[in-house]
C-alpha cells in the first residue's frame, strides 16, 4: 500500500545525483552480417518465385503478390529497427571478416562463421528445396 510521507522524511532517505547514469549499450544487429538477411530474403522470395513459375494459375496471383509482401515487410521492419538505434549503439551489421574473426555469441556459447551460417540459413534452403521439389514431382505427374 501507498503511504503518504512528509516532504522532510523523504528527503532525508533519497539520494540525489547529479550526473545521470551511463546510457545501456545496445546491438540490434544481432551480430550477423548483411549477407545473411539478404540470402534468407532471397531463398523465401525464389521459393515463392518457384512455386508461382510452377503452379501458375490466375487465382495464385494475389496470393503470392501477398506472400511477397509479407515477406519483404517482415525482413524490412527489423532493417528500421537498427536504425533506430539510440547513442552510443552498434549502428553497422557485423562484417563477413568480423564474423569470422570472432564469430558469434550464443546463449551455450561462441560459433564460428560457418556453423552461424548453417544455423541462420539451413530453413530458407531447405524451404527452397522443398519448393523446387514439390514443382518437379507436380511436373513429372501432370506432364
Known sequence: MSKNLPRE????KAIVRDALAPR????????????????????????????????STPGLILPMVIFAFSILAGF???????????????KAPKTWGALV???VATA????????????????PVLVFVWGVTAVTIVGSVMG
Open 9 to 12: 522524511l523523504a528527503g532525508d
Open 24 to 55: 545501456t549499450v545496445v546491438d540490434r544487429s544481432f551480430e550477423l552480417p548483411k549477407g545473411f538477411y539478404v540470402a534468407t530474403v532471397g531463398l523465401y522470395l525464389g521459393f515463392l518465385g518457384v512455386m508461382a513459375a510452377g503452379l
Open 76 to 90: 524490412a521492419l527489423p532493417v528500421v529497427w537498427t536504425r533506430l538505434a539510440p547513442e552510443g549503439s552498434q
Open 101 to 103: 574473426r570472432n564469430g
Open 108 to 123: 551455450t556459447g561462441r560459433v564460428a562463421a560457418k556453423d552461424a551460417a548453417v544455423q541462420v540459413l539451413i530453413l
